[in-house]
C-alpha cells in the first residue's frame, strides 16, 4: 500500500553476556525472521546483520547480530525497531494484508458511521484481532475496543479505511 518499512521486531534487552539479543516478535514468528539477513533500525537507520536467531519459547527470540559482540552493547539497542524494506516481501495475493498496513486505518461501520482509528493487530492463536481506537474517545469506559478481522466482522477495506458491521462497533 506504501513504502513504509515493515516493523519485524524490537530488542527487548540483552540475554546472556556474549552479546545476543531479546527479541518481541510483530509478524509470523522466528522462521518470518530468519528469512532476512539485514534489518534496518528504525529511529538511526543502522544495518543490524542476522547471524543466528532462536525461539525464547515464550513468544520471542533471542538473536545474535554481527554488530553485537557484548551484553552493553545488546543493552544499548533495548527499544530498537528491526524493519525490513516492504520490496523484501511477496506481493500480496486477494485478501491477504500485512499488519503495518491496517495499523493507522480509519474505521467506519456498515451504516456509514466513524468509528475510529486501528492502533493494533494481535493474534491470540485464532485470528488476526484489530484494535481500534474509539473516536472521539469516551470520557469514561474503555478508549479502544477489539474486532476480530474475519468476514463476519469486516466487510471491506483499502488503504484509506477500513468497513466493519455495525454490530461489532462499540458504543
Same mark, same amino acid.
Given at each position: ?61 533471542? !538473536?545474535? $547480530? ?5 551484553? @552493553?552493547? %545488546?543493552?544499548?539497542?533495548? &527499544? #530498537?525497531?528491526?524493519? +525490513? ?14 499488519? !503495518?498496513? $491496517? ?5 467506519? @461501520?456498515? %451504516?456509514?458511521?466513524?468509528? &475510529? #482509528?486501528?492502533?493494533? +493487530? ?14 472521539? !474517545? ?34
Amino acid at each position: 500500500m506504501d513504502d513504509t518499512p515493515i516493523e519485524l521486531a524490537a530488542v527487548t534487552g540483552a540475554h546472556g553476556i556474549h552479546g545476543e539479543v531479546r527479541l518481541k516478535l510483530f509478524g509470523e514468528g522466528v522462521d518470518a525472521l530468519s528469512q532476512h539477513k539485514s534489518f534496518a533500525a528504525r529511529d538511526t537507520g543502522a544495518t543490524l546483520t542476522l547471524k543466528t536467531i532462536r525461539s525464547d519459547n515464550k513468544g520471542g527470540a533471542v !538473536a545474535r $547480530l554481527a554488530e553485537v559482540s557484548n551484553r @552493553t552493547e %545488546a543493552e544499548r539497542l533495548r &527499544g #530498537t525497531v528491526l524493519t +525490513v524494506a516492504r520490496e523484501a516481501f511477496p506481493a500480496l495475493e486477494e485478501g491477504e494484508y500485512y499488519h !503495518a498496513d $491496517l495499523i493507522g486505518l480509519a474505521v467506519v @461501520t456498515d %451504516a456509514g458511521e466513524t468509528v &475510529g #482509528t486501528i492502533t493494533a +493487530v494481535q493474534n491470540y492463536g485464532a485470528t488476526d484481532i484489530l484494535e481500534i481506537e474509539k473516536d472521539p !474517545a469516551p470520557a469514561k469506559g474503555m478508549a479502544t475496543f477489539m474486532v476480530p478481522m474475519t468476514g463476519q466482522a469486516v466487510v471491506e477495506w483499502d488503504a484509506q479505511r477500513l468497513v466493519i458491521v455495525a454490530d461489532f462497533a462499540e458504543d
